[in-house]
């Protein structure tokens, strides 16, 4: 028997007998789609999260204060010391580095913005010129933060878009004064409303230069600095500066920790890799599932057929040629199943896409492949044990059913 | 001499702690060409004779010479291959696939020879022509009179144009008619060369052979010769 023969013969047998093979192939593509649009998410979140993380820039360290090993409680506490702070000095310091391009400063708090009777509290971030590109964000009106130096107090202000909304509506800020805490400030700009990135919402928020954020705030330590290096290649090199030169200003002692955006990113990249994998994994259960309902499909199939079987006997099929013919038809099930699962999970992918276009679902190639592939060997495998049945019958009695 | 040679057949059944002999010492020889008629009441033994000639099923001792050739001891795959080339069967239930149209039943057993396409399509249509099943060539069994069910299934039998015919009560399901009708097709496949070996009830069918073997518990109990007419 020629194997396109077993092909047209086993479709031929699967089309006679149609609801059950529906009903075969609605379980088959199920498990398959639930595979597809799961990766498709648990990949698409990871996408999303580093999207977000290229957009801040990939040759971007971190520096906070205090060496994280030693958080809790940290050997200073011991001989009365406290965290040594980072400040705008700190700051200038890093400036010096070979490596570094841009350096930007970072306090935060928190106070209450008004204009006339208008009044909202918000985040204000404290900072320097080089924020508004280290951050990739935009003008809306206006500019930002002027290039001085760090140290200068300057009653200017940033607006983000939320806050600007409120308290000016339509008219234009540029200009006017608004009150933050007990001193005023002449607004000098507002942030496009680029959304959020990474929990900061830049439009419900007040920039101000760092200096007049820490006499606001009464504070002479820094959040964060932020060092973009000239490239992507001396970014250890910068790091080892970054660490050397707070070192020296710190009387030797090592107290800061220094974060690179790739170490950050490369964590999330593995929490939402084996997310993916453990949904795929719960997922594939149900393709071990459709395989025993393959199993009990052709269970039945060799039941209600068993004349059959005795005809093809009698008419001169040879024992492997029944096992074959039942065999394929197993698989033709899975692999029809398995590829409208695709589709359907394909279509689930590019509904979820439509719903959230920020959020890039679609299942990766190893999903894909792996889900076609665990389905047609899951049909091979259950298909065996119905497959022997039907070889193993005799002939006679089987042309007696 | 070509033909068939049975000889001191045994098939044993167990039937709990009893042994049931269906077939009990049967020795039996079969010419090229000849036509044999198989009667006997139920449970005589005809039908497991007619399995054992048709490779279907084995005997537990004896010798089977099938055209000079010892089958007892092929292996199945040798048996199936000797079924598909050598032995046509004709059922009393027909055994048409119900999903499959009556050219592609008369197709089957080339199918499963690994006859290409081609040759396929050329053989079937030869002998749709033959057995006036032409218009009938795309209905499927269900649409079929049982005239023409059995008629498909004699197409199918002789499509590989084997050397022997086993026809297991042809007629059995069928009206006058269509019975007479069938044997007539039966009998000019005969006369063509083909050895026949009908089982049936019908004395009246069973005269009609050349030799007619009565059977009775397991054995031959007479061999008749008729008249040929």
Redesign the interface.
């Known amino acids: ?2 194997w396109v ?1 077993y092909f047209y ?1 086993a479709f ?2 699967l ?2 007998f149609s609801v059950r093979t529906i009903l075969m192939l609605v379980a088959m593509s199920f498990g398959v789609a639930a595979v597809i649009v799961l990766t498709g998410l648990g990949d698409g979140a990871r996408r999303f999260i580093a999207s977000e993380f290229a957009s801040l820039g990939t040759n971007l360290l971190i520096v906070l204060p205090g060496k994280s090993e030693t958080a809790g409680v940290s050997p200073g506490s011991f001989v009365g010391q406290t965290t040594r702070d980072l400040t705008i000095d700190d700051a200038l310091s890093l400036t010096r580095n070979s490596t570094t391009d841009r350096i930007a400063v970072i306090t935060v708090g928190a106070a209450s913005v008004s204009r006339g009777r208008l009044d909202r509290e918000v985040t204000i971030v404290g900072t320097s010129h080089h924020f508004l590109d280290i951050y990739h964000w935009k003008m809306a009106q206006g500019r930002f933060l002027p290039k001085t130096d760090m140290r200068t107090e300057q009653s200017v202000i940033v607006l983000g878009a939320t806050l600007k909304e409120e308290l000016f509506k339509a008219e234009n800020p540029v200009g006017e004064w608004v009150r933050v805490g007990d001193r005023r400030f002449r607004v000098i700009g507002v942030i496009a409303s680029e959304g959020q990135s990474f929990g900061m919402d830049a439009g419900d928020m007040a920039i101000v230069p760092v200096s007049s954020a820490q006499s606001l705030f009464n504070q002479a330590s820094l959040f964060r600095i932020l060092i973009e290096a000239k490239n992507r290649d001396v970014l250890e090199l910068a790091k080892k500066q970054i660490i050397n030169t707070l070192k020296e200003r710190h009387q030797g002692e090592e107290d800061v920790t220094v974060i690179s955006q790739d170490a950050v990113l490369q964590t999330f990249d593995n929490i939402f890799k084996t997310l993916t994998y453990s949904v795929a994994g719960i997922a594939a259960v149900s393709l071990i599932v459709a395989g025993i309902l393959i199993m009990n499909v052709m269970l039945i199939s060799v039941s209600q057929r068993t ?2 079987i ?10 492997h ?1 029944i096992q074959n013919l039942f065999l394929v038809e197993a698989v033709l099930l899975s692999v029809l199943g398995a590829t409208i699962g695709l589709i359907i999970g394909d279509i689930g992918c590019r509904i979820i896409a439509t719903i959230y276009p920020d959020f890039p679902a679609g299942a990766p190639v190893w999903a894909i492949f792996s889900a076609f592939f665990v389905s047609v060997v899951t049909g091979l495998l259950f298909g065996v044990s119905p497959a022997k049945r039907a070889a193993k019958l005799d ?2 009695e089987a ?1 007696s059913k | 001499m070509m033909g068939i040679d049975l000889k001191n057949i045994n098939r044993v059944f167990q039937v709990g702690d009893e042994s049931v002999y269906a077939l009990n010492n049967v020795s039996l020889h079969i010419d090229a060409g000849d036509y044999i008629s198989i009667m006997g009441p139920s449970g005589s033994g005809k039908s497991t004779l007619l399995n054992i000639l048709g490779l279907l099923d084995r005997p537990n001792t004896g010798q089977y010479l099938f055209e000079n050739v010892d089958i007892s001891s092929f292996s199945d795959e040798q048996q199936a291959l000797t079924r598909s080339e050598k032995i046509g069967f004709v059922f009393q239930v027909f055994h048409l696939v119900p999903r499959l149209t009556a050219a592609q039943n008369i197709e089957l057993p080339l199918v499963l020879a690994g006859v290409d396409s081609e040759e396929r399509r050329h053989r079937v249509d030869k002998i749709l022509k033959s057995t006036g099943l032409v218009d009938r060539a795309h209905h499927k069994p269900g649409q079929l009179s049982g005239g023409q069910r059995q008629r498909v299934a004699m197409a199918r039998a002789t499509i590989m144009n084997p050397s022997i015919i086993l026809a297991d009560e042809p007629t059995g399901n069928l009206d006058r008619a269509s019975g007479k009708e069938i044997i007539e097709v039966l009998e000019g496949l005969n006369k063509e060369g083909m050895t026949l070996i009908i089982v049936t009830h019908d004395p009246g069918l069973g005269r009609r052979a050349h030799r007619q073997i009565r059977m009775i518990d397991g054995q031959i109990e007479a061999t008749i010769h008729n008249e040929v007419g």
């Open positions: 028997m020629k023969d013969f031929g047998a089309r006679g004349a059959e005795g005809l093809l006997k009698a008419l001169g099929a040879k024992t040629e002939a006679v042309l």
